[in-house]
């Protein structure tokens, strides 16, 4: 697989190698993975380097298990989701917050968080990939897509800029509420999904939410969904009010109890 940094193939020991481009062999990167090398991480949800890798002594990249069965969430994305069950669907953002918050927790952030690096296995499994790009420490995370970054990190550069926590939850709200409402936060009835990287409105209700039947309805989730949750939303897209990881999944947890 070819991406914007390196190429990643199998090995012949059932291992994934990741080679960087040349431009991309830099000596913080190689920094950056030894430390990541050295460091006790214990989850099997993230894919973490195991090793790095020279070619003829100069550093070239890192190996990484292979996870199989599994493939990227945002193939779910491209249906709305609506090819999940919907408890499953919370089933996902509950086990991407546990993930999440166990990372946050050794001082390590995601940095580029969006669904091509989330894998899904067996309906709700999530595992998150291509850690090689994590903030660890001081060694920042030099890469974003546009869709899930928040505009006051666009515009800089950021392999000389280090995240906080609190840039986390741009992307994790974003990507909770695609998985829970089929919807972009920003989606605009009048357009569509067109313009919305630009176009940056929460438009759905948190007041007369009107009750939805038809499940074709772009509202209809939204509609049937909880107001702890809507209200979690609209607090974090129109307040900037940050609920973290652990309420978060309380309040999904709560939820699917009681449905």
Known sequence: ???????????????????FHNEERRYETLKKLQKMVSMDIRSVYVNWPLDVLYHNNDFCGYVMKEITDAEGLDMSRIYSFNNLEFRNRVRICINLLKIVSYLHSKNILIGDMKFDNILLKNKHEVYIIDSGSFQIEDYSCGVYNAGYTSVELQGKNLREFLRSVEDEYFPINKIL????????PYYNPKSGEIAIVDDRKFRFPIKNVPEISDPKNPLFLWSNINNEIRKTFHDYFI???????????VILNKFISSN
Do not use: C, M, P, R
Request: hydrophobic share 40%; charged share 25%.
């Open 1 to 19: 697989k070819i991406g914007g940094e390196a190429t990643v193939y199998k090995s012949s020991n059932g291992l994934l190698v990741k080679i």
């Open 177 to 184: 509420f695609e998985i829970l409402i089929g919807k972009d």
């Open 239 to 249: 307040k900037n009010i940050i609920t973290d990881t652990a309420q978060w999944t």
